[in-house]
């Protein structure tokens, strides 16, 4: 029961929105470095994958970018300012890279080639047991002491949409 003292309702609390979200099970929390940018996703990865272009190695300032692709709709920013980066993607339409303006993770990534999907950098979850990718692209600039996992499919620069669908139709 509200105890306020106010003659209003209690107000709209975002905080609290994260607290049940945080105590559902299926709900992942992705954020900046320093905290202020978050996302909650509560549904599981349509696709994920590393990627070694030059620009996902400049992005992420790492050698490589890990991206998992979710529904749009279980996507959600949550807290935070963010400013946007737009790259013109090498096989067609652009990369709207979401960041925060304070210390410049990315935390949201949407491709307009994956129309209906919103993309997460996977270390922004800081979850290690988060699911393995699932395809490697821009294999002729990964790094050679990067060790792909085995049985990783792999494509020298980025696969079309059908090579993908026919890679996680073989997982699913
Ligand atoms: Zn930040
Ligand atoms: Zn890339």
Redesign the pocket.
Known sequence: MYHGFGRSAPRFDITQVNLILELTSMARNAQ??????KVVVDVEPAATGICSCINCQRRSGSVFGAIAYFPKGGVRMVSGQHKTFVRSGESGGNLHQHF?P??G?TVLVNADFLAGLSGVPIGCFADPTFPPPQVALYDRTRHPWVTLPKDLPAFPSSPSIDEIAAILAKQH
């Open positions: 900046c470095e320093c905290g202020s940018f925060c304070e210390c993770t």
